[in-house]
């Protein structure tokens, strides 16, 4: 862990994202809580800031990790942050002087700048961070993720609540202006090597999607992460449904099973870290997939508070399994000029199949059952596992085999 620290360039990931989760929690939750108290809790509304977050990962996403892999790493990372921020400085004179609705364009921006800042951000691990200790830094870096999902909403809460909207909007601005400043600390990005012949956006975008599919291991990765994806959107809409109808308690009880899964994540993050160098990246999403799989078979089948809650933090407890596997075998098994691409086309798929299940879960359950929908998403994990097993017999992702164009 001590060796872990003294890396320069995870050190200041990782402070750089502190500042961004402050920033964007505070965002969601504050301009939510805002746009309810404006439009009288209009579910249009509401719905428009979801759109807000995510269109831009099914729109930007391949295209920004494209220019991800063209760009410097560092320098994109900065700009972004900074545009973020001056965007929120930008909307919060528009809410001083205009009109209201100006507050969707603050999600739009920075989500859609994500798109490119990311991506970035997995090339520096790539570059900078030793391979021994990478899946060690991306438990690190999950880790945050997960206090975040803890502490975010309460955050955002508390600064809209005390301080108000324009406060909020000032809190984030300044958070991703102290994230830019952050990355400053960073190595200096290496010259780009120019080649003689250069090729369009277009032609680096088929390039990207055939490096994908010339690479076993990343389809595989790609089955998997589709297959995840429709397990996770054909529940999520439906576990207020879990308190409501199999449990027989009030609505308000889901927050408890939201904090179990919340507090699994945390130990499970810190679990991971514990293990990281020991287990192989593939073993790790196996056992993150096995556990979500008995974890929904539970839900499903479940008439006891006490046993939902279990599951639920079985779930969140090796949920860090899951994204610190993908993430690892994403940076392992590609090379460094191609990590944006991969990036690009790997969470859009991830994203869209949990989608399409989101959209149809409602019928769905008026359909068949709810205990049919969580057993189905057991299912779905259990069906992943199995498109992971060729990786798993593997002795590790070889990393000569990535070499080849």
Known sequence: MGELFQNKVIRTILFSVFFLQIGIWVRNYSILLYVIEKTNEDPIAVSLISVAEFA???LFSFIGGTFADRWKPKKTMIWCDLLSGASIFVVLLTLLFGSWKVIFFATLVSSILSQFSQPSGMKLFKIHVPEEMVQLGMSMYQTLFAIFMILGPIVGTYVYQQFGINAAIGIMGIAFVLSAVILMFLPPDEEVEKTEEKTSIWAEMKQGFSYVL???SLTLLGACFAVAGLALGLTQPLTVF????????PKEQLQWLMAAFGAGMILGGGLTIGIASKVKPQLLLALGMGASALGFMIMGISNQFWLTLS????????????HIGINTLILQSTESKFIGRVNGILNPLFMG???ITMSISGWLKETFSLVVMFEGAALLFALGILTMLPMIR??????TELQKS
């Open 56 to 58: 831009p990962i099914f």
């Open 311 to 322: 599951a639920e933090f079985l779930s969140g407890l090796f949920m860090p399994c899951i």
């Open 214 to 216: 010339s690479r076993r």
């Open 353 to 355: 199949a949990m989608v």
């Open 394 to 399: 593997q002795r590790s992702v070889p990393p």
């Open 242 to 249: 879990l308190v409501t109808e199999q449990l027989g308690l």
